[in-house]
């Protein structure tokens, strides 16, 4: 992480607290809300942080406690509150009045108590709560709508503008009765499929660009009982195993030529024994994006411009920065013999891939425990559907919804997207929560897409099996590709 200091607002160990949460919130609003800076620790506990140039020029005081420092945070992330009644609400949950009954202090707080319970050390609650800010970090970055980079310390991987988006997604046997160690060291895997995406820009949201569906010749016989076989029409392809695995080889296999990926899976260690199964090696890949945005390597990230400068495209921002020349002649002096050049630093190798599990995304946010949901059960959770535009009447440009037993295979960036372009952690599961009491789930609406307004319709953009042409067209769902539901699912 870039040098950064915060002073923490609300909560245990606070800066800035007030008689009242209400007297809180109304220093802190403005016309358009308030906006903090979440800062989940290493445990999983969540704080309301302002970075400590901005606590300065609103004129909240000077604390007698230091700031808090970047690097004690696993995430750094925007979080916003409209209303007065939402900021206090949150401020109530932060609130720790209770005393330790082990004389040990430690946030007793609504928000945090079930994740400091068991201490301030890393967590799996806190790397999957802190993987889940990354998302929202990255999608904003790409959409180029961080107004101050520099309030999130973000230290980009140089190879950061070369990351490309994937979704994978297989098959097994289900009924293979096998042992669990035998089914993960040798899955039998009838079928694999991956979409690469365009990723979201300031002015598009994640789009698909290719996609690959391959059936494994030798378990060509075999299903899944319950499930229909999905075969893409001009995309999939029944395919020998050792050609599938030259296949996968080439396209997730570290290469000096191959950017690096960011790589949506559903069920991360599964994912790894199938890729691995068909010689893929996924040692040298990395678990979530930390490294991404936060390089460890304080010489070779790419830096971001100080808080005196205006918004500024992250595309823009070169990988070092010039020093500061002084304007006082310079003087002369005496000439030395020339030291020995030192030899360059290695060059950097990114890894081959930053692996993001989707489902473990939905389930860290829902606070439900990890459990073998299908892709579309996930998806049907979250209301992500997949659309397709159609001709209206009077000409008129309309989506209808995908059938999920054809062209679903976008779902699984979808269902990223939903997540990761929404608001906080928290926020966004208590939002999920009132909406799922309040309304059916079927009627939901679908994530907002700018590509999808009327007056940008364009009749080149309706998908047409019938022109797509081998194995890698016009992108479809990256999800099983089976169904995954029984064949009179409705949905």
Known sequence: MQPAEYYQIGGFRAHLRDNSNDALAAKLMDRDGAEFVLGIKPSGASYLLLPRDRFIAMRLGRPRDRPYSASEYESLSPVQYPTKLDLATKFAMLTSNKKATDGRPRDRSKANTAYTARGDGLSPDGIARSSFEHQRVLYRLCQNSIERPYDYALKLAPWFQEVRIFAFAFNTWASDSRSLDERQADPRVLDVGWTEFISPTDSDDLKPLSTSHYIVEEERYLSNPGRKKLVLPDVTQYMLRESIRNILQHVFNQGSSIPPKVVLVHDEKMTRCVLQSFGVDTSGWEIGIKALLYHPNAGGGSTLPQAHDSKTDFR???????????????????????????????????????????????????????????????????????????RGEDDQPIYEDVDPSLWWRRLLGYMWEDMANSIAIDEQRALRQRFSKEEPIDSYPVASDSTRQAEEYDPNDMVQPSAQRGAQGKAFKPVEMFDSEDEDDDW
């Open 316 to 390: 823009g921002w070169p990988g070092y920065r010039s020093r500061e020349r002084s304007l006082s002649p310079r003087r002369r002096r005496v000439a030395e013999p020339k030291a020995r050049p030192r030899s360059p630093p290695a060059p950097q190798r990114p890894p081959p891939a930053y692996i993001v599990d989707v489902r473990q995304m939905y389930q860290t946010m829902m606070q439900i425990p990890a459990r073998d949901d299908s892709i579309l059960m996930t998806a049907k959770a979250l209301a992500v559907r997949d659309t397709a535009p159609v």
